[in-house]
């Protein structure tokens, strides 16, 4: 059964970091998938924070451009998230994603079990 466990979320004031990370596990052809972060605020949707594709090209919401960073480390099998420069607005639940579509009539969509994040002082 495939496991998505996120970790390192937590309470940081505004202006600091926090680094998130996802460890997959029983993912056969992780090198396939699409590895993302969502995160969701209370009262609002679910959101696409940054991905990173099989290709290792990435893309990130406007709100998080040139704050945060996603990554991946194959041999870990784990991806990460380094928030820089956070604000309150930031606050939420994390959750990280793995997705990978082989063909029109298949997808394979994990989600992890989200790990919270807020910034306050």
């Known amino acids: 059964q495939v496991q998505l466990v996120e970790s390192g979320g937590g309470l940081v004031q505004p202006g600091g970091s926090l680094r998130l990370s996802c460890a997959a596990s029983?993912?056969?052809?992780?090198?396939?998938?699409?590895m993302a972060w969502y995160r969701q605020a209370p009262g609002k949707q679910r959101e696409l924070v940054a991905a990173?594709?099989?290709?290792?090209?990435?893309n990130y919401a406007d709100s998080v451009k040139g704050r945060f960073t996603i990554s991946r480390d194959y041999a870990k099998i784990t991806v990460y998230l380094q928030m820089n420069g956070l604000k309150p607005e930031d606050t939420a639940v994390y959750y990280c994603?793995?997705?990978?579509?082989?063909?029109?009539?298949?997808?394979?969509?994990?989600w992890g079990q989200g790990t919270q994040v807020t910034v306050s002082s």
């Open positions: 994603n793995a997705k990978w579509t082989p063909t029109p009539h298949r997808e394979y969509d994990y």
């Open positions: 029983n993912l056969v052809f992780i090198r396939q998938y699409t």
């Open positions: 990173v594709n099989s290709g290792g090209i990435t």
